[in-house]
């Protein structure tokens, strides 16, 4: 069975930055690809960032240059490096595999 845990969410002020991990289990990692999403209140869930097996990585438009992913298969982890915080990044991210979603984590970014 497929798990993907998040964790690193949390408050932070902008201009700051925070650094997402969600751990996998149950998949061949190595092979995967792996993406984040998130969701702000009232809006639909949309595409962060994704990573290929060759680490081959896109992104939204909204965090280009600001948010970088990356992935460690020997800990089965992706991780979601996040600077230059924006209020408008404040949003539950989902860490997902295929047709797998983790749980979520909150982070919330104060003006």
């Known amino acids: 069975q497929v798990h993907l845990v998040e964790s690193g969410g949390g408050l932070v002020q902008a201009g700051g930055s925070l650094r997402l991990s969600c751990a996998a289990s149950g998949i061949i990692f190595r092979f995967n690809v792996m993406g984040w999403y998130r969701q702000a209140p009232g809006k639909q869930r949309e595409l962060v960032a994704t990573i290929t097996s060759d680490r081959f990585t896109n992104y939204a438009d909204s965090v280009k240059g600001r948010f970088t992913i990356s992935r460690e298969n020997a800990k089965n982890t992706v991780y979601l490096q996040m600077n230059n915080l924006k209020p408008d990044d404040t949003a539950v991210y989902y860490c997902?595999?295929?047709?797998?979603w983790g749980q979520g984590t909150q982070v919330t970014v104060s003006s």
């Open positions: 997902t595999q295929g047709a797998y």
